[in-house]
């Protein structure tokens, strides 16, 4: 299933003194199967982007297709179609008000009218994606849990709806080292799982260490699309975008700077790593 953005405008308050142009023909193809991230200044367009993936905004003007379906055509199936789109938004724990954890998870399967066999199974296969224990967590009030675990049941509850693409808006912001690598990792396994993710993200360096494919944003304007290394290597780019390069990249520089024979066009810590360690062995032979 891919999802098309064609021409999108979009303009709030429009016709009044406060008119704000948001998103400015931006035309966009999320491909079936791979991990887009959207990065960008903050206030460039993105999360207003995301929101019109799963029909939550209407475009001003253009259109976007969902598995080849306009989201706001004449006799489309919209709400099954804003179905295949799970959308998370920024800090979606303060979305949680259910008394129990499960409780939480099935409201989506609830409200989709599903069976109650249905919705116990959906809930029990969310919390293991989520690698949250049934047994230890179902029955617990969520408002007991910590931070990062909370953020783990209000995804659960967007998957619990089975969705062939995740919309993440800044999953891992105000979490603790540890939480954010959770959610990472957790990531990385729905997406090696088959799961298509569109991940907004001010860090580089989890957007080096995840994404497949980067679109890089700015004042309401898509003005680059390519894999990590292709948009990475655009730093003068990068930085008129106000973005920085990610942190690996920059120390590799550095390195290069100090004579330390390194190739261009690194730019995951693994990567570096890899060098490096190749470069000691080669200076010191056992």
Known sequence: MSIELRNVTHVYAEGSAFRSV?????SLTIEDGEFLALVGHTGCGKSTLVQHLNGLLKPSSGQVLVDGQDLHGEHVNRRLLRMKVGLVFQYPEYQLFEETVAKDIA?????????????DRRVRSAMAQMHLDYQKYAERSPFELSGGQMRRVAIAGILAMEPQTLVLDEPTAGL??????????????????????????????????????????SHGKLIA????????????????????IPEAARLCQSLRQRGVPLPDGLFTLEELRTHLSALWREAHPC
């Open 107 to 119: 409201f989506g399967p609830k409200n989709m009218g599903l069976g109650a066999d249905e919705i």
């Open 225 to 244: 699309t390519g894999t990590p290394r292709e948009v990475f290597s655009r730093q003068d780019m990068m930085e008129n975008a106000g973005l920085r």
């Open 176 to 217: 603790d080292p540890h939480g954010r690598d959770r959610i990472l990792g957790i990531l990385r396994e729905l997406h090696e799982k088959g799961t298509t993710i569109v991940m907004v993200s001010h860090s580089m360096d989890d957007v080096a260490r995840l994404a497949t494919r980067v679109a890089v944003m």
């Open 22 to 26: 948001a998103l400015e023909d931006i």
